[in-house]
């Protein structure tokens, strides 16, 4: 009999779309691919998910985004309940999604990140943190939901009343130049990248509009990048990967400043330990230009998953 996955998707965070984009997605490819699939969508209770979760599947697949679905929570549920899950384990999920703490991980690593602070939300309504431009992006959200750019020509201050992200946020130096994103699936040794991608949006900034909006981005599959830059940008995601103790796929997003020509200097990000899956997302296009179609990518995931850390 072929393999049961659960299709954990929805959740309570700002990326609730995105997740059901994903979560649907990744159901059709697997039932492509001949598993049987059923779909949870998850609106936050513990006790309807542990009850939706009855009979006991093989796996699950992991498709919330997000708090509360990306950041270690739902991984210590699944943990405790021993169901294998796709994507990383607790201590990976809530290291990576604490932005501030995983860039310290990545600086111990040797990994170049731009020069930031995390700051109380309410000091930007007394004056700026750092020289402009500067971006403001909360600490522990993902799909840049929430991220501003201050620039030099702007004469307000940072708007505090809109801010609904908590306390605190990750003030960083602006980085010009290009977009840059890195898959890796596996884990530990076995792990590696997949490939290079730049992404040029229409608009001045890769926001949540730009990443879900059909044409509003361009993605270039492998980026056309210094060689040797886009060898040490998968050397540089892989690093990261391994070090937060990632396993399944993650994704490492990068800035490339190339303003003064190539080689540049490369910035790394963040790592998502949840990337999207979405039709226009990047990981599953890194796959395919990799010669991995989408069935075959969430099947690979399935039969990686795994419990506990």
Known sequence: MSKHVSILLGGT???????????????????????????????????????????????????????????????????????????????????????????????????????????????????????RPYIVKPNAEGSSVGVTILRA???????VSGWSYGPEALVERYIPGREITVAVMGQGSDARALGVTEIRPNGRFYDYTAKYTDDQAIHLVPAPIHADVAEQACAWAVAAHRGLGCRGVSRADFRYDDTDGEPGQLYLLEVNTQPGMTPLSLVPEQAAAAGMPFPALVSWMVEAAQWGD
Request: glycine letters at 12%.
């Open 13 to 131: 965070s700002s990326e609730r779309a995105v997740s059901l984009s994903s979560g649907l997605g990744v159901a059709n490819a697997l039932v492509e691919a001949g598993y049987r699939v059923s779909v949870i969508d998850h609106h936050g209770g513990l006790r309807d998910l542990i009850d939706a979760l009855e009979p006991r599947p093989d796996a699950v697949f992991n498709a919330l985004h997000g708090r509360g679905g990306e950041d270690g929570r739902i991984q210590a549920v699944l943990d405790h309940l021993e169901i294998p899950y796709t994507h990383s384990g607790v201590a990976a999920s809530a290291l990576a999604m604490n932005k501030a703490r995983s860039k310290q991980l990545f600086a111990g690593l040797g990994l170049h990140c731009p020069e930031g602070l995390l700051i109380d939300i309410r000091q930007l309504a007394l004056g700026d943190p750092l020289p």
């Open 153 to 159: 020509e702007d004469n307000a201050r940072f708007d």
